[in-house]
T-cell receptor
Framework: AQSVTQPDIHITVSEGASLELRCNYS??????LFWYVQSPGQGLQLLLK??????LVQGIKGFEAEFKRSQSSFNLRKPSVHWSDAAEYFC???????????????FGKGTKLSVKP | DAGVIQSPRHEVTEMGQEVTLRCKPI?????LFWYRQTMMRGLELLIY????????DSGMPEDRFSAKMPNASFSTLKIQPSEPRDSAVYFC?????????????????FGSGTQLSVL
């Protein structure tokens, strides 16, 4: 079955420290992979996505993610966390093109990030 | 651009009542998605439309749920009758996809959601 696992429910880091959020997926074909961020009371915003090519993907707000096929992982990283990064982060996988769109995604349950001053 | 607009932001209703959630996608977008978010199950895709046509409704939990997209600028998600287990945040999202370019830079834009509480 297709699934996305985010093993960490809640992570707390100090401002300025590095961050890595884990994501593992189970998918029958080459997946399209995404990271989204959700601030309280808001919808989700796309941080970055991987379709093909370079396995290290750069996104907005200084985030990057690395696709590792052998580990079925797509971990999100940031070298120095800012207080404004506190939010919930969702990893998602999709089949790519299906039914006219790439937006039919399977989401992980999210990792809540808290930032200590 | 105003983004994806959902209404109402909050809805409190009693079990058995009909609930209608509304969504206005971003102008020019041709795909629309309804997602539901709960603590237990996370984010789940309920249904999505492409060019106003329902493509995949396999995520719709029961016959009590129905969705329509009468035109490119409006969609509704209806629950009739509502039950307490339907309590969740319902998100609408839209995107623009070009069929001739499947690897194009399609991007989902989410609304702020409707917080539904069924008592």
């Amino acid at each position: 079955a297709q699934s996305v696992t985010q093993p960490d429910i809640h992570i707390t880091v100090s401002e300025g420290a590095s961050l890595e959020l884990r994501c593992n997926y189970s998918y029958g074909a080459t997946p399209y992979l995404f990271w989204y961020v959700q601030s309280p009371g808001q919808g989700l915003q796309l941080l970055l996505k991987y379709f093909s090519g370079d396995t290290l993907v750069q996104g907005i707000k200084g985030f990057e993610a690395e696709f590792k096929r052998s580990q079925s992982s797509f971990n999100l990283r940031k070298p120095s966390v800012h207080w404004s990064d506190a939010a919930e982060y969702f990893c998602a996988v999709g089949p790519g093109w299906y039914g006219g769109s790439q937006g039919n995604l399977i989401f992980g349950k999210g990792t809540k990030l808290s930032v200590k001053p | 651009d105003a983004g994806v607009i959902q209404s109402p932001r909050h809805e409190v209703t009693e079990m058995g009542q009909e609930v209608t959630l509304r969504c206005k996608p971003i102008s020019g977008h041709n795909s629309l998605f309804w997602y539901r978010q709960t603590m237990m199950r996370g984010l789940e895709l309920l249904i999505y439309f492409n060019n106003n046509v329902p493509i995949d409704d396999s995520g719709m939990p029961e016959d009590r749920f129905s969705a329509k997209m009468p035109n490119a600028s409006f969609s509704t998600l209806k629950i009739q009758p509502s039950e307490p287990r339907d309590s969740a945040v319902y998100f609408c999202a839209s995107s623009f996809s070009v069929e001739s370019k499947p690897d194009s830079n399609e991007k989902l834009f989410f609304g702020s959601g409707t917080q539904l509480s069924v008592l």
